[in-house]
């Protein structure tokens, strides 16, 4: 499982790379003292 998710982080960075600065449509899934947890519907990410 561990595997699986680092391969989807890596695919999900590599598909946004050239998108730095776009704007995506997203949920908040988190809420922590740091900041919040967005994740984007198109592609299922979290940032």
Do not use: N, P, Y
Request: net charge positive; hydrophobic share 45%.
């Amino acid at each position: 499982m561990k595997a699986e998710r680092e391969t989807t982080d890596r695919l999900i960075a590599h598909f946004l790379a050239d998108k730095v600065g776009a704007s995506f449509q997203g949920r908040i899934s988190g809420v922590t003292r740091a900041g919040l947890f967005v994740k984007l519907d198109d592609t299922g990410a979290t940032a």
